[in-house]
């Protein structure tokens, strides 16, 4: 079989090293933007065309940004780089003995030094037949989903006469009380509330309902305590029900069964765990902590001298022997720092070994409120929420993103509106029945 290169430059017969890169995340992109201008080839290989930047995606999800202002094509942040070739293409297999990576469409690639970063998907706990009722928030189509949902509830909710079914309409159920799961019902709780008062005529704001379900004794468990209090007690002054210590034990097409109470609802996320891709098992590993790739501290796979993994897909220790976190900060340094080990392959043994600079966790609770854990010191409330703005404008991949989102942020702000609350014709059999009726 052919190597990529091969095909599209027949002339050339691989002169150089070739690096092959599967998934352009936060990790995937940062390690090929530190091997562009290097001299060796790189294939970067995605199955989206777009790098998505997941963290505003419940922004997606509650109609405050558009999609285009979270996402930015591969092949825009990356064409500038004559070394790099993008493929838009789904692995689904890795052969080690030819160094060649499958993919779905029959096709392989070849490599000398291999990077697996497809990061992570949701974990329904042996449940995947909830994800039809209970979209996770990990791609566009996913909050796209949500977005219409809620709009197509609150539609229908003006419109029918039935107290029970309107109750039912207006009430979001979120599964998971770690940051998306807040996150979520946060900004759901303040989208309800203010197209109720400005937009609606006949519903009562008694009658919305966002719950927000929680297994564990606390919300944001990553959080240290009085950090999660006050993210308690913002989301309940904002209408939020939070039920601590309760499980979710079906979600059907009428909604959830929370601590054993059937409770219909118009659209319920479910936010209430990840795992890693199931790239691990191409590797025939059985992958730590929920699926991940064991790496050690320079970021090969245990067992494989020219297979390396990072982000949320991988499992590696930090300092203080712990895991790293799934977070996007980790992926983009170890991308980063792999990018430029592997352009200086021969020097990979005496270089320094990885090492995560934690430039502090952050959630947003809603509008003027969020919390910051730095370690030795955190804040909380406006000032958190500033910071946190400042924090994800600047890492937005461009800078046009970044003006179109601080504009459009500052504009809403002051305006109390709300961004694209569009519904179209093709969306509304994408709902749960108590909206389609
Ligand atoms: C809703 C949400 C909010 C978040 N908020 C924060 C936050 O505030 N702060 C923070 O630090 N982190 C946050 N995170 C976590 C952060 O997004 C992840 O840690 C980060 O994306 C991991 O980067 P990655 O490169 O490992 O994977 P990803 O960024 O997920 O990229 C994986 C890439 O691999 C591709 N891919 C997967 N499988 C294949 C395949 N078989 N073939 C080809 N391509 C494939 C995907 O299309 C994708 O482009 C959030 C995550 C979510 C879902």
Redesign the pocket.
Known sequence: MMNVLEKAYPARALPRRCVVI????????ACAGALGHAEVDVVV????NH??F??L??QVATAALSPADIAEPIRRTLGRYRNIHIML????GIDTQTKRVMLKDGNAVAYDQLVI????EYNYFGHDEWQRFAP???TLHEARRIRHRLLLAFEKAEQTKDPAERRALLTSIVVGGG??GV?MAGAISELGRSMASRDFRTIPLSDLRVILVEAGPRILSAFPEHLQTYALGYLEKIGVDVRLGAQVSDITMEGAVIAGEMVPAGNIVW?AG?KA?P?SRWLGLEGKANGRIPVDSKLRVEGYEDIFS????SVQSGDNGAPLP??????KQQ?HYLGKLLAKIDTIEIAKPFHFNNRGN??VIGRNAAIFDFGRWTLKGYLAWILWAIV?VYLLVNFEKRMLVTLQWIWRYLTRQRGARLIDENDREDVLPAARR
């Not at 290989?45 to 989206?48: A, L, M, P, T, V």
């Not at 293409?89 to 689904?92: M, P, Q």
């Not at 799934?326 to 992926?331: E, K, N």
């Open positions: 599967i998934g352009a995340g936060f990790g995937g992109l290989i995605d199955r989206r790098n998505l997941q963290p995606l419940y293409a789904e692995a689904d970063a497809t990061g992570s996770g928030l990990k940051p998306t996150e936010g990840v891709s790239a990072l982000g949320d897909t799934a977070l996007a900060q980790v992926a991308g952050t959630a994800h």
